[in-house]
Structures are given as structure tokens and as C-alpha cells.
């Protein structure tokens, strides 16, 4: 008898949870920011679910992520679920003591040293750009910019990491990337996990990217393997990786290098270059700053890498889109061993999720969270803790291209904004976003622009454009 109801007790339990799991996952799918957001209002600084029997644990106080993402890294590894191919190896995936061992392949041409020759590559692709742009833009047609610039980007990393010249024939790459966030998200939140065979909308949407991917890629490394020219680039230094006992290392730990390098370097820039442009068309005041800061450093033929640097109003711009809308907005990681947390036991292989959008406006650690003011990243110590900002992640597993990132994406916004009078349409209406993998404008970046005339950069007041005739594009993804 007493058998009988401590099996009927354990299925009530396992019952139960599976509801709770099923509850959980059907909620974060829905709206993922809006159900975390509810959760940290509690204010509960370690926050325990149980999914699929497996704990999870949503961490939202910037101590406890130094300790997982800094401390004690070498405990946690990440957990990247659906990029079964990436399996630790690479750039962006690997954790622990592999970090260290997998940055040096992009570090080096990473490092400073290399920026006055990457801005003469950018400078020679904004210009055939920026002339794109006004034939595309001519007779006020509305344009989605948010994906102009993910194809901007695309090219600016085509040029300066692999040495090639992209055209449009590769912007699939841009859209096929962010089906495919879309549905490793998916994936990750199945209550059922289907086989990749299984024709699931979120199967077909990431097996479809991967395909692109695969050809772009394979295609990449075929072409430098038998051309006959030399390049110092990242492509070159992936290829001839060695491992460190100086033997070279097997072709899938280059292939995946590739495969999880492409989306961060020109997919994840790209969401934040689109969310601080809508923020700036929003406020005519931060314009006239930046404009004061641009008369400046001169048009975007002549910009420096001082110039870049010394920008600091801009700078202040972008760190601030990175604080409201991180494009990584949830890190997540796994533990190698059971560990205790702020007297909370974490039991080994439980999910960590640290939410850098709830702890980059938690009001505990930022004046009038939810404002866009780049002001407050001009102060002397703007923050209040070093991990209640951590856009590109923190410890060893830091985004490496971080510092190539505030090169590029500055560098985007001068050109276009000196070059082109941008009105932004819906301008009263706030900013909706939506998560894949990646944090990304729901509707979009839609814009009027009209190339500017005079040479001057002090013409810095939008073309308000009342009696234009607006032609709308028809949207390619919705």
C-alpha cells in the first residue's frame, strides 16, 4: 500500500512540474521580456524554476554575474541549444578553459593596430553605399533601414575580415540570420524536442539559415584555398590555426569559428546600430549634440580613428541603445559542478539566465531607467556596480570585437546622419521589440531620407517633410 501511494505521490510531483514547465515555456515563448520583467519585480536576486527536470535559475543582481560570468567562470560553460555543430570550439561559443585558447585566433586582428587600415576599407564601402542609398531613397520613398544596415555591416565585416567584396546577391544572408535566431529560439523553448528531420516551423527556419550559411562559408574557404594571393585577415588566421602544441587544428574547429562568427560580427552590431538610430531621430536636442561633436571631426571622408575615438557624445549614444536594447539580452550558461551562490545551491547542469535588459534598467542601479540619456555615460563613474552594464558579456567570454564595434558602428552613424536628412516615421510611437537569440526593432527602422545638398555639417534639422508624397516598401520580413 505504502508503494503503491509513494508512486502515485512521485507522478503527482513529476505531473506537476511538467504543467509548471509547460506553463513557463509557453509564457517566456509569448513574451519573453514581459515575463521576465514580471518575475523581477519580486525582487528575488536568485530565482528557481524546475523545467523538464532540470533546474533553472534566473539571476538578476550584477554580483551574482560577476561571480558566474568573472569569478568562477571556469564552472560555468555556455549553453548554446540547437548550434549542435558549435560544440565549444569556436569563437563565441567557447567557455571555461577553452576561452582563452580561442581568442588568440581573433585578438590579434582585433587589436588596435589594425583600425587606420580597417577605416580606409569602411571609408571605400560607405561611399558606394551612402551613393546606394540616395538613388534607393530618391521621390520619398519609405525604406526599412534596419535592414540596410544589417546588409552595411554585412559588407564592412565581408571586406575587412574576409577580404571580399559582398554584393546583394549575399543580403539572404541578412535575412536567412535572423530567421534562424528566430527559430533556435523556438527550439530551445519546445516542450517536445523534434528530431532535426521533423519539418517543425522552427526546424525548417533554422536548418534553412544554417544551409545559407553552410554555402556562403564553404564557398569562402574554397576560393581562399585556391587563390594565390596573400591576405593578412581573420579568414587567413582561422585557416591556418594551430593548436597549442603547434599542430593544425581539424577543419570543423574552422568551420565553426566561421558558422559563429558571421552572425555576431555584422547581425548582432547591426541591432544596435538600428535600435541608436531610432533613438536619436526621436530627439531633436541629442541630434544637436551630436551635430556639435561631428563639426568636429569633419565628413566622412576625412574621419580619423582619433576622430572615432574622441567621439564621446556618440559614444554616449550607443552605449545607451546597448543599456535599453542589448542585442544579446540574455546570457545563459551551464554549470560543470554543483556550486553555492549567495547561500543558494545551484545543482550541477542547471541553466543560468542573467537578463543584461532587466539589469540594464533595474532602477537600483540607474536613474530614470527607462529614458534614453546618453549623458549619464559622460559622467566620470556612470556606473554603480561594473556588471550592471554588460551588453558584450563580462569576464573571459567578453565579446572580443567589442572595441571593433565602437570603430564600425560610430563610423555608420556619422556617415549617414551628416550625409542624409533621416525623418523617422511613427516617430510618437515607442519603440516595440521582439527576441530571438538576438533583441531586435519589431517594426523596424521605416525612414524618409533625402541626401543633403550643401556642404556644410551644421544643416542638422530633419526634412520635415509634411507635403512629401510617401511610396511605402513593401516589407520583406514582417
Known sequence: M?????????????????????????????????????LMEEEIDIRRISIRNRDLFLMNHPEIVETVLHKEYLIFEKTMKGVELAKGTS??????????????????????????????????????EIERLDMLTQNNKVINLHWELEYILLRLIGKIFFSKELDET??????????????????????????KYIPSKANKEYLNAKQIADE????????????TEQHDDLLNDILNEIDEKGNPVPDEYKYNHLFTLLPASFETPAKALSFTINEILRNEKIMSNLFDEFNQM??????????????TYLHGC?????????PIWLQTRKNNEEVIIDNVHIPKGSIILMPQYMIHRDPKYWEHPNE???????????????FSFFPFGGGPSRCVGNQFAFQMIPLVIHNLLTEFDIQLLDKNKPIRIETGITMYPKDGLNVIMKRKLNDTLNNNKPNKGKDNKIILEKEIIE
Open 372 to 386: 534614453f540619456r546618453p549623458e549619464r555615460f559622460l559622467q566620470e563613474k556612470p556606473l554603480k556596480h561594473p
Open 2 to 38: 505504502s508503494k503503491i501511494l509513494h508512486e502515485n505521490r512521485n507522478f503527482i510531483v513529476k505531473y506537476l512540474s511538467m504543467i509548471e514547465s509547460i506553463k513557463f515555456l509557453y509564457k517566456f515563448k509569448q513574451n519573453s521580456i514581459n515575463y521576465l520583467s514580471k
Open 298 to 311: 569633419g565628413k566622412y571622408q576625412t574621419i580619423s580613428v582619433n576622430d572615432l575615438e574622441n567621439a
Open 170 to 195: 549575399h543580403r539572404i544572408l541578412c535575412y536567412e540570420t535572423h530567421k534562424g535566431s528566430i527559430g533556435l529560439k523556438r527550439i530551445a523553448l519546445s516542450v517536445i524536442n523534434f528530431p
Open 216 to 227: 556562403f562559408i564553404k564557398k569562402l574557404i574554397d576560393e581562399r584555398i585556391s587563390s
Open 91 to 128: 569563437i563565441v561559443t567557447s567557455t571555461g578553459d577553452k576561452i582563452r585558447q580561442k581568442m588568440h585566433v581573433a585578438r590579434p586582428k582585433l587589436s588596435k593596430s589594425y583600425f587606420p587600415g580597417y577605416l580606409d576599407k569602411m571609408k571605400e564601402i560607405m561611399q558606394v
Open 318 to 326: 550607443l552605449k545607451e541603445a546597448l543599456r535599453l536594447y542589448p
